[in-house]
């Protein structure tokens, strides 16, 4: 659309001020390194993170990475918080059940599929894989996001009368600290066999079940 001078009417162009641009830079920047720091750790493991090796795969100097996280601390934060995204995810996929005791063998074994599909993540979120990284409100909270589908069906279930305790965050830690006990043994080696890791497992899920479900009507 032009005006009566001819020249093109500047309300059809959107301006987008440097600031703006900048944060975008910085932000997709971020992103970046967050996703190359991944790419490390899934294919090497979280020992192989380091700020120099993902400057090197971003072609960038490590001021670059330093000025955006600070410090490697700050960058096994966001792949903490990448990891909660990614556990949150894994509970949302499975489908809701009328059957409780059902929903609850499904979220269990959503839990094991994302220990051994996500297993460098599982251990910057659980195992303490990045010793200078621990665990402050911001990633607690990420973490209680990311268990917030198993807590509402405990809270369900204890709504319901099948469940005695009233507390469900006492219920959800118990479960947590049960399945993430057979877990951490298999992926520190004291189970060798993932078949009999996961029958440790399973029926751990299964005593759990018996144990809460069993302690209400």
């Known amino acids: 659309m032009q005006n009566s001078s001819g020249i093109p009417s500047a309300d059809k162009h959107q301006v987008t001020t440097y ?18 720091a991944a790419s490390i750790m899934l294919k090497s493991g979280p020992e192989a993170v380091t700020i120099r090796r993902v400057a090197e795969i971003m ?19 966001e792949l903490f918080l990448e990891g909660c995204k990614l556990l949150a995810d ?24 994302f220990s051994k599909d996500y297993s460098s993540y599982y251990m910057v979120m659980f195992g303490g894989a990045f010793s200078e ?27 319901q009368g099948y469940i005695a305790e009233k507390d469900p965050f006492i219920v959800v830690n118990l479960v947590w600290a049960s399945l993430h006990g ?14 009999t890791a996961k029958m440790l497992y399973d029926r751990s899920l299964l005593n759990l079940i018996h144990t809460f479900y069993g302690s209400g009507r």
């Not at 990284?133 to 709504?159: D, G, R």
């Not at 992926?187 to 060798?192: D, L, R, T, V, Y």
Request: negative net charge; glycine residues 4%.
């Open 59 to 77: 072609e960038c100097p490590t001021k670059v990475i330093y000025n955006l996280f600070g410090s490697k601390e700050g960058l096994a934060k």
């Open 182 to 195: 057979v877990i951490h043994l298999y992926s520190g080696g004291h189970i060798q066999n993932e078949a």
């Open 90 to 113: 894994a509970f949302q996929a499975v489908p809701l059940q009328a059957d409780l005791k059902q929903y609850f063998l499904d979220l269990g074994q959503a839990y094991w599929d």
């Open 19 to 36: 600031a703006k641009v900048k944060l975008q830079h910085n932000e997709l920047l971020r992103r970046n390194i967050i996703e190359s």
């Open 133 to 159: 990284f621990k665990p402050e409100e911001e990633s607690l909270q990420a973490m209680v996001t990311a268990l917030q589908q198993l807590t509402n069906m405990i809270s369900t279930a204890i709504e």
